[in-house]
């Protein structure tokens, strides 16, 4: 077998989730909701069943999504997207993440992860032969120290990854900390890879701004981002990339080997909701600041020291009191005692960080508040 594959472990958050149904216990490890999708999406579902949509749809993504994203996308990025030029459709945003790296990074490249991150990275990173140099987010505020950043651009890397708004940790990076680091991307000529998948889950007074959409830096970023999470179908595995045309015609022909192309029935029934209005972002947005707000209400209430997202559906607890030296074992007995599922922190930490865990809660208020009343016996 490989030695590249022994190189890493299956996703944590993923098995936390095989662990949580063994014990029928609340999932909020693994980030997706148990609500519906919009109705409206699920309508067209059932119609598009019907209609000539089996057989594959053009590799790069079918021409009346392409259309809609690039319509929608060109509004909130403040951008003026080419449906043909500057877009592919991928299965999620996991393979637009790889289908970047792979389009920009040779063997022994070297890639700027800001830790804590999406542990998809560090996977990603090692099939396609980069090394990652981690600069680290500094918890609990999770802010980044300008020098250590430089430090890593000095190491001459291809690309940064920028997960905005952050997974795990809830940050929304300022504008003014993407325009630094806009500044040492173009300093040492750099390719930014962002994943911006939450771009529509973010609390007030934080503001998510897209950083292609920053001076001069469309010409150097893969922007990734997905449906999952903005309209609830995490199942239904639609993601994208948005770049220039010289990098899109790079990514097109990975993402044509990869897989073929994103399923053309779900990417039909999506440009319905690619569609709406910018109410159901606003909605969207209220209906998370809401959740927000229950869950760590909840958790304040029960003592439970935690950090304090800007966006994204996830919290950081504290879990230093509760006497543990490793998190995994932590989660493991919250899910057989407790009966709720978290992530152990340290899956997210390039440093040893055995602090945390992570909670996400994009489920009904019931069953956030099944939990919570579960969590009393945390302690
Ligand atoms: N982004 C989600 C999480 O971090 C899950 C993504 C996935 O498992 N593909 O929990």
Redo the contacts with the bound molecule.
């Keep these: 077998l490989s030695k590249r594959t022994k190189t890493f472990t299956d996703?944590v958050?993923?098995r936390m989730?095989r662990i949580a149904n063994e014990y029928d216990a609340i999932n909020l490890?693994?980030?997706?909701p148990d609500f519906d999708p919009p109705k409206e999406i699920l309508n067209r579902l059932e119609q598009v069943a019907h209609e000539d949509f089996n057989q594959y749809a053009i590799t790069w993504g079918a021409q009346n999504f392409r259309d809609a994203l690039a319509k929608k996308q060109s509004k909130y990025m403040n951008l003026d997207l080419d449906s043909n030029k500057n877009i592919v459709v991928t299965c999620?945003s996991?393979e637009a993440m790889m289908a970047a790296m792979m389009s920009v990074c040779d063997p022994s490249d070297k890639v700027i992860v800001f830790s804590p991150f999406?542990?998809?990275y560090g996977a990603d990173s090692i099939l396609c032969g980069a090394n990652p140099i981690y600069v680290p987010l500094h918890p609990p505020v999770f802010n980044f120290d300008k020098e250590e950043l430089e430090n890593a651009f000095k190491q001459n890397p291809k690309a940064l990854i920028l997960c905005n708004p952050s997974?795990?940790c809830g940050k929304v990076f300022s504008k003014e900390e993407l325009e630094y680091i806009a500044c040492l991307a173009v300093k040492y000529d750099t390719y930014v890879i962002t994943d911006e998948?939450y771009e529509h889950i973010v609390y007030a007074p934080y503001k998510h701004t897209y950083f292609a959409s920053l001076p001069g830096m469309f010409e150097r970023t893969i922007s990734c981002s997905s449906l999952?999470?903005t309209y609830s179908i995490?199942g239904w595995r639609l993601g994208y990339c948005i770049a220039p045309e010289n990098i899109i015609e790079q990514i097109k022909k990975v993402h044509d080997f990869l897989t073929v192309g994103a399923a053309a029935p779900l990417q039909e029934a999506a440009v319905v909701g690619l569609e709406f209005s910018d109410a159901y972002y606003d909605e969207l947005q209220k209906l998370y600041t809401h959740k927000k707000d229950l869950f760590l209400n909840g958790l304040k209430e029960l003592n439970i020291p935690h950090t304090e997202p800007q966006g994204a559906y996830?919290v950081m607890v504290d879990i230093s009191e509760f006497g543990y030296d490793s998190d995994l074992d932590f989660c493991v007995d919250l899910i057989k005692n407790v009966g709720v599922a978290a992530?152990p922190g340290s899956s997210f930490f390039k440093e040893k960080e055995n602090r945390y865990i992570?909670f996400?809660f994009a489920k009904k208020d019931e069953t956030l508040l099944a939990a919570l009343n579960r969590l009393k016996d945390m302690r």
């Design positions: 996703s958050i993923r989730t490890s693994q980030g997706f999620g996991t999406y542990e998809n997974n795990p998948v999952s999470k995490t996830y992530v992570r996400h």
